[in-house]
Antibody, heavy 118, light 110 residues
């Protein structure tokens, strides 16, 4: 079964840092683009970042550029999102999802909640 | 910058009725990269449709997608109780690279 499991969310103060993890199983992790997508409480889906299968290519959405860093460890089948200089507006559920050549995102993890508050 | 506008924001229908959801792009896009997702409260999104009209594995045939250019439609032919949820369209973009999501349409029980 193809599965993604996020972890690492929690409460963090403004200006702080947090690292999210997403552990993959059931597919060839190293050959797939991976994405992070977030959803603020009661709001819609917003793309955050993506990384190529070999980790050499990364892209970021404008709201997080320069503050977030996506990476992966293919030996551990794990995707990461290092979030720095966190702001209240970064409060959201963060999902990892597998990308594809047709642009679809499937499957999605269950999400991990990040709350930025003092 | 690509913007996807979904309408209506909320659709109030009864089980057994037909639902028609719209996704309009601010510029012409490739239907190859247009997908639809369903999200229920407290759950992650689930892929329904990719390539504008292909159903994902395990998706019932009451769900169908169509469209091209700037106008895309998700149709649910006969609503079942488990179909009441929020639906998002999504376009993969190459420049700048990333994903763009529509704002969502909530299908609620009338």
């Amino acid at each position: 079964e193809v599965q993604l499991v996020e972890s690492g969310g929690g409460l963090v103060q403004p200006g702080g840092s947090l690292r999210l993890s997403c552990t993959a199983s059931g597919f060839m992790f190293s050959t797939n683009w991976m994405h992070w997508v977030r959803q603020a409480p009661g709001k819609g889906l917003v793309w955050v970042s993506r990384i190529s299968g070999d980790g050499t290519s990364t892209d970021y959405g404008d709201p997080v550029k320069g503050r977030f860093t996506i990476s992966r460890d293919n030996a551990r089948n794990t995707l990461y999102l290092l979030m720095s200089s966190l702001r209240a507006e970064d409060t959201a559920v963060y999902y990892c999802t597998r990308g594809s050549l047709t642009g679809l995102s499937d499957p999605w993890g269950q999400g991990t909640l990040v709350t930025v508050s003092s | 910058e690509l913007v996807l506008t979904q309408s209506p924001g909320t659709l109030s229908l009864s089980p057994g009725e037909r639902a028609t959801l719209s996704c309009r792009a601010s510029q012409s896009v490739s239907s190859y990269y247009l997908a639809w997702y369903q999200q229920k409260p407290g759950q992650a999104p689930r892929l329904l449709i990719y390539g504008a009209s292909s159903r994902a594995t395990g998706i019932p045939d009451r769900f169908s997608g169509s469209g091209s250019g700037t106008d895309f439609t998700l149709t649910i032919s006969r609503l079942e109780r488990e179909d009441f949820a929020v639906y998002y369209c999504q376009q993969y973009r190459s420049s700048p690279p990333g994903l763009t999501f529509g704002g969502g349409t909530k299908v609620e029980i009338k």
